[in-house]
């Protein structure tokens, strides 16, 4: 089974900080996907990557970063937190071609004060 | 614009049958997903549709109508453990193929 692996199921941060989220896949897939998760919006892209060194924003990138220096690794980066990037945050990688479907992570819970 | 209606809660009883409908309206097709995703948990992959018809799989069916921009999931035999929240989300085709997701619809299976 694919394995996509969220460094922290839970993380709590203050107002400024820089924030990294990290994510791992096993199954050497190409793309990598940063969502969040907020009630009554569903999931929403963030950042995406098809490749190592290449990344695309989303629907919602302000105020946030990313970085794919290996193909199984995708990072999220926080600049400087905000008290409106609290969210669930959840990681997915996928193949191209067929039906692409994504496999998740179990998702970082942040809160940001 | 890029939009996807599910409805917000559902409730059933266990061991009947339910039918969770997904409206769509985007730019580009290229197949519709179908996720589950139990409160704490990540979503998990259910069904993929690409051409018009009933997908069945277990207890579980899926239903496309690229026509109509309409799909639903049926779930039968219900049971407790199918209470979560179910994700209706659109391959939107093009250069990078993103998902586009519902808001999803919490479903309760009561006994």
Redesign the interface.
Known sequence: DVK?TQSSRYLVKRTGEKVFLECVQDMDHENMFW?RQDP??????IY?SYDVKMK?K?DIPEGYSVSREKKERFSLILESASTNQTSMY?CASSN?GG?????????TQLSVL | GQNIDQPTEMTATEGAIVQINCTYQTSGFN?L?W?QQHAG?????LS?N?LDGLEEKGRFSSFLSRSKGYSYLLLKELQMKDSASY?C?V?GGGA????I????TLLAVQP
Request: glycine fraction near 18%; charged fraction near 15%; proline fraction near 5%.
């Open positions: 996509v969502y009554g919006l569903g999931l929403r892209l995406f695309e989303g959840l191209p039906d692409e479907k994504l496999f998740f992570g179990s998702g | 197949g997903f996720y948990e990540a979503p998990t992959f993929y690409v994700l989300a391959s990078t193929n993103k998902l997701f519902g808001t999803g």
